[in-house]
C-alpha cells in the first residue's frame, strides 16, 4: 500500500539559532514542496460563508406567532391579531436556554402562512402592531436580535412568502411587498446568518396563489447580507433534508443540481435527503425537526416532548451524517420556553459534553504504508492528509493500551471538496481484522454509533473516492449508557402493553395521572384498559436508583366493539379492518392500481354501541413517503349507518404531509352517533389517486 502525503504548516523554525542563510533555505525548500502538494478541487466547493455555517452544526428554531395561541400549525390569515399577546416574553431566556444547550443561533418565524408579522411592518396591518402585546408598541425581532448579540449567537428569521391575510397576494403587487417586507427585517435588526424559505404556496384571502419571484426574493437578501445563508428546497446556502423528522441519509452528499430544484417542486424527498453524488453545485443539507409533535406550542402537548433517546438519534442522523441541525422549541403562551422543553435541552446537552469530552484516538499512533501521518489524530482542524490514491487507501491507528470506545469520528476537508463514497472501520482481533462499520459518504463530519469496542490496533479503509481522499480528523469516544424511556401502546381489545428497549428494565406505571414511582404499580403483564384515560409510565434501573423520563399517553375508548361497515375496496392484505385494530404500524389503503376509482374515498365504521362523540382523530401513515395521505376531510356521524345528514366537521389537516402526526379534530359539539364515516376529499400528492389510513379513532372525553 502506498504511503499518504501528509498535507498541513507548521512552522519549525521560530526558535532556531541558525544562520540566516540556512534558516531562508530550510524555508524555501518547505515552502516549494508544500505548494506542490496543495491538492486541486473535487467538483463544487463551499464558500468561506458555507464553511463557517458547517461548522455551526446544531441551532435553534423557534415558531411563534397567532397560531401558539389559538392551537393550530397553520393560521388562516383571519385571526384577531389582538389574540397574539404573550403575558411574560422573555427573548432573553429564549437565548440563555440555547445558549445553555450547546446551540450556536437561533432563527425565528418573523412571518408565517397566516401572515401576521412579530414586527411592526409598514407593508401590513396584521403585525404585533395591532396586537394586544405592549400595546401594540413591541418588536418580537427587536428584542429576540438584542439577545442574541448579548449572548453570543447568530441571528437568523423564516418569512414565508405565503400570506393567507395579505389583500395583494395572488398579484403582481405582492412580490415587491415581500420584497418590502424582507429590507425591513435585513436593514432593522442587524446581522442575519440565515434566511429561512419554504416553497408554500396556497390561495391568499382573494382565493389566488402567488407566482413568487425567487432571484428578486434571493437578491434582496444579498444584497443587504452577502454572507447570509439562504435556505430552501434548493438552496442555494443550505437544503431541506426533504423531511422533517431531522434525519439525513445514511449517503449525504452536499452537493445537488439547482437546476432540477425549486422551492416546493413535489418528489424530491429522497433526492434531497441523499444530495448528488455528481451535484453541480454546493448546497449542503440542513435537518428541520421540532422537539414536540407540531411545529408551534400546544398545551396538549406539554406531555410529548421527545425523549433523549429520540433526540440523540436525531443528532447523530443529523450532525452525524453531514448536515446541521435546526430543533425547533416553540415559545408557550407566556412568551417563554417551557420547562420540558428546556430540561430536555440540557439533558441532550449533557449527554454530549460526556460523550464528547474525550479523543480517545489523540493518543494514537497513525501510519500508512509504514509511514507515520500524525496530522489524522493530532486534534487539529488546520491539518489533514491526502490519500496517494482513490480506491482501498488504509489508514491504521495504534494504542500503547487498550482502548475502549463506541463512537466513531471521521471528518474531510470539504475545502477541497466532498469525495469519499464508501470507507469501513476494522479492530484486529486474535490477530484478524473484524469490520466494525461499513459507510458511504462522510462530508464535514460523519458520526457512527458502534457496540461497545475495545482493541489496541483499528484501521479505517477508504474504500472508494472521487480523487484521493483528504481527511482532517479520525477521532474515537466512549458514550455514557443511556437509559431508555419507557413505551406505551394499547391493542384493539384495549390492554396496555409498557415496554423499554433498556437492558433488564424495571417499569412501574399509573392510571390516574400521578407521576410513576417506584412505589406505584409495576408493570408484569398487559393491563385492560378499554375506556382509556391517561396512562404515565417510567422505566427504572439499578435497584430504581435510576429513572427515565415520565412518558405519557392519553387513549380515548378502545375500538373492541368496532366493525366495518362500509370501505372503498382495498388492495390485498390491506383491508379497511387495518384502519382500526388499534396498531399504528399496519394501513388500510384504497386500489392503487391504474384506473382505479378516484377521490373521494371514503370508510364508515359501526362502533358497536352509541356514544357521545367530541371528535375524531386521524393517524396518516407515517412511513413510504406519507403514500395515500389526503389533505381535504369531510366527518359525518348517524345512528343507525343510513342517515348521515351533514357533516360535523369539514376541512383540513395542516403539514400533515411533512409532520404525518396524529390529526385530533374537535367539533363544536357533543354528537351521538353509533356509525363514523370519514370522507377523504383530496390527496396530499395530486398524483396518487388511493387513501390510506394508519388509525382512525374518536374522542370521547
Known amino acids: 500500500m502506498k504511503g499518504l502525503l501528509l498535507v498541513q504548516t507548521k512552522s519549525y523554525f521560530s526558535h532556531m539559532k541558525t544562520s540566516t542563510l540556512l534558516f531562508s533555505l530550510l524555508f524555501s525548500s518547505l515552502t516549494a514542496v508544500q505548494a506542490q502538494s496543495v491538492p486541486a478541487n473535487v467538483g463544487p466547493v463551499p464558500s468561506k460563508a458555507q464553511l463557517a455555517w458547517q461548522q455551526m452544526e446544531y441551532y435553534m428554531f423557534i415558531h411563534f406567532g397567532p397560531n401558539t395561541f389559538t392551537d393550530k400549525e397553520w393560521g388562516h390569515g383571519d385571526e384577531d391579531p389582538k389574540v397574539f399577546n404573550p403575558s411574560a416574553l422573555d427573548a432573553r431566556q429564549w437565548a440563555r436556554t440555547a445558549r445553555a444547550a450547546g446551540m450556536k443561533g437561533i432563527i425565528i418565524t418573523a412571518k408565517h402562512h397566516d401572515g401576521f408579522c412579530l414586527w411592526p411592518s409598514a407593508y401590513s396591518k396584521h403585525t404585533v402592531r395591532e396586537s394586544a402585546w405592549k400595546n401594540g408598541k413591541g418588536d418580537v425581532l427587536a428584542e429576540l436580535s438584542a439577545a442574541c448579540k448579548e449572548y453570543g449567537l447568530k441571528f437568523g428569521v423564516y418569512l414565508s412568502p405565503w400570506d393567507r391575510n395579505h389583500p395583494d397576494y395572488g398579484t403582481e403587487r405582492y412580490n415587491q411587498v415581500f420584497v418590502n417586507q424582507l429590507t425591513e427585517v435585513h436593514t432593522k435588526y442587524g446581522d442575519v446568518f440565515e434566511q429561512w424559505f419554504d416553497g408554500a404556496n396556497g390561495e391568499g384571502p382573494n382565493g389566488k396563489r402567488q407566482v413568487y419571484d425567487w432571484t428578486l426574493f434571493n437578491g434582496t437578501v444579498y444584497k443587504y447580507h452577502p454572507n447570509a445563508i439562504i435556505f430552501s428546497d434548493g438552496g442555494p446556502g443550505c437544503r431541506w433534508i426533504g423531511n422533517e423528522n431531522g434525519i439525513a441519509g445514511a449517503t449525504n452528499w452536499s452537493t445537488i443540481n439547482r437546476s432540477e430544484v425549486f422551492p416546493g417542486k413535489g418528489g424530491l424527498e429522497h433526492y434531497l435527503n441523499e444530495g448528488v453524488e455528481t451535484g453541480a453545485d454546493w448546497v449542503p443539507g440542513e435537518a428541520d425537526v421540532s422537539i414536540r409533535p407540531g411545529w408551534f406550542f400546544s398545551p396538549s402537548t406539554n406531555d410529548k416532548v421527545k425523549t433523549l433517546s429520540h433526540l440523540l438519534d436525531i443528532y447523530y442522523g443529523s450532525v452525524g451524517r453531514n448536515a446541521n441541525l435546526l430543533l425547533n422549541v416553540p415559545v408557550d403562551r407566556r412568551g417563554r420556553i417551557h420547562a420540558n422543553d428546556s430540561t430536555r435541552l440540557m439533558e441532550l446537552r449533557r449527554v454530549l459534553d460526556q460523550t464528547f469530552k474525550s479523543n480517545l484516538a489523540i493518543d494514537a499512533v497513525a501510519t500508512t504504508g509504514g509511514k507515520t501521518v500524525a496530522a489524522v489524530v493530532d486534534g487539529k482542524k488546520e491539518t489533514s492528509w491526502q490519500a496517494a490514491t482513490a480506491q482501498n487507501a488504509v489508514i491504521e ?36 481484522y473484524k469490520e466494525l462499520a461499513s459507510e458511504t459518504t462522510i462530508g464535514y463530519k460523519r458520526i457512527l454509533r458502534l457496540p461497545m469496542t475495545t482493541a489496541s490496533k483499528m484501521r479505517v479503509i477508504i474504500l472508494d473516492a472521487k480523487a484521493a481522499a483528504i481527511i482532517n480528523e479520525i477521532q474515537l469516544f466512549k458514550a455514557p449508557e443511556v437509559l431508555e424511556d419507557a413505551v406505551i401502546k394499547r391493542d384493539k381489545n ?129 412511513n413510504q413517503n406519507a403514500s395515500g395521505t389526503f389533505v381535504d376531510y369531510a366527518f359525518y356521524v348517524s345512528e343507525d349507518g343510513k342517515s348521515w345528514g351533514e357533516p360535523v366537521a369539514k376541512g383540513s389537516f395542516a403539514n400533515i404531509v411533512n409532520s404525518p402526526v396524529k390529526q385530533e379534530l374537535r367539533f363544536g359539539k357533543t354528537v351521538k352517533a353509533q356509525y363514523i364515516r370519514l370522507v377523504a376529499l383530496r390527496a396530499a400528492y395530486e398524483q396518487q389517486h388511493w387513501t390510506s389510513i394508519a388509525e382512525l379513532g374518536v374522542i370521547t372525553k
Do not use: C
Not at 403 to 427: H, L, P, S, W, Y
Not at 550 to 564: C, G, L
Not at 600 to 605: G, K, L, N, T, Y
Open 397 to 432: 491507528l495504534s494504542f500503547k493500551k487498550p482502548v475502549t470506545f463506541n463512537r466513531f469520528q471521521i471528518q474531510e476537508d470539504i475545502v477541497r471538496g466532498q469525495r469519499v463514497k464508501a470507507f469501513k472501520v476494522e479492530v484486529l482481533e486474535a490477530g484478524a
Open 494 to 622: 384495549g390492554a396496555l402493553v409498557i415496554s423499554s428497549p433498556s437492558v433488564d428494565p424495571v417499569l412501574h406505571y399509573t392510571l390516574d395521572g400521578s407521576e410513576p414511582t417506584v412505589k406505584s404499580p409495576k408493570y408484569t403483564a398487559p393491563v385492560p384498559f378499554v375506556q382509556g384515560g391517561i396512562v404515565k409510565a417510567k422505566a427504572f434501573v439499578g435497584g430504581g436508583a435510576k429513572g427515565g423520563n415520565t412518558i405519557t399517553m392519553n387513549f380515548d375508548v378502545a375500538p373492541v366493539k368496532w366493525s366495518i361497515h362500509y370501505a372503498d375496496s382495498s388492495a390485498r392484505n390491506q383491508g379497511p379492518e387495518r384502519a382500526i385494530d388499534g396498531d399504528p404500524s399496519t394501513v388500510w389503503s384504497t386500489i392503487m392500481a391504474p384506473g382505479a376509482k378516484g377521490y373521494p374515498h371514503e370508510i364508515q365504521v359501526n362502533l358497536g354501541e352509541v356514544l357521545d362523540l367530541k371528535g375524531f382523530s386521524y393517524l396518516p401513515r407515517t
